[in-house]
């Protein structure tokens, strides 16, 4: 069965450093999108990206990230200037149409 | 006012137990209606869309109500493997996702 995957799984980084997340989505969805999940807290919405452009983003979103689909398969998100509140659990998600699916995540642990 | 409430639980059920979990949804306009599972430290699961005819996929039945804003899904003959946290999410169309806080169930032998 196609999944979504997510490199790395943990990241470990800097105050300040710049990080790439990566995320290959189920190869023939359309819909892809960007979750963050704070430890204990709810799930986030941050992204989604249809068509090589930003469909919607949250409030959260700002100019300290970016996404890219620099190829047919890979979906990145990367954050800049990371800081100690960046430190979550990122999620990718890759949809047909309406269903998401979801990637294992990558944990990013900002000191 | 919440985008999406749930009860956060938990709820403490035994084995063969039925349980019900809620949620409401504050923007009128959304289109499309879901249940995840989620198991500690893992990724969301898709566990079944809501439509407002209701659906069934074994032991769980999910409807919607419209009208009330309200999603509930019903979970028939608990098991242990049910254990987890279960999240209401409603897509409020343009592809903008929100998700609840979930609701946490631990099924007991």
């Known amino acids: 069965e196609p999944e979504v995957t997510q490199t790395p799984s943990h990241q470990v980084t800097q105050m300040g450093q710049e990080v790439i997340l990566r995320c290959v989505p189920i190869s023939n969805h359309l819909y892809f999108y960007w979750y963050r999940q704070i430890l204990g807290q709810k799930v986030e919405f941050l992204v989604s990206f249809y068509n090589n452009e930003i469909s919607e983003k949250s409030e959260i979103f700002d100019d300290q990230f970016s996404v890219e689909r620099p190829d047919g398969s890979n979906f990145t998100l990367k954050i800049r200037s990371t800081k100690l509140e960046d430190s979550a659990m990122y999620f990718c998600?890759?949809?047909?149409?309406?269903?998401?699916?979801f990637g294992p995540g990558t944990r990013l642990t900002v000191t | 006012r919440k985008e999406v409430e749930q009860d956060p639980g938990p709820f403490n059920v035994p084995e063969g137990a039925t349980v019900a979990f809620n949620c409401t949804y504050s923007n009128s306009a959304s289109q499309s209606f879901f249940w995840y599972r989620q198991d500690c430290r893992k990724e969301p699961k898709l566990l079944m869309s809501v439509y407002s005819s209701g659906n069934e996929d074994g032991r769980f039945t999910a409807q919607l109500n419209r009208a009330s804003q309200y999603i509930s899904l019903l979970i028939r003959d608990s098991k242990l493997s049910d254990s987890a946290t279960y999240l209401c999410v409603v897509d409020t169309g343009g592809f903008k996702t929100i998700f609840g806080a979930g609701t946490r169930l631990f099924v007991k032998a």
């Open positions: 998600a890759s949809s047909p149409f309406d269903e998401q699916y």
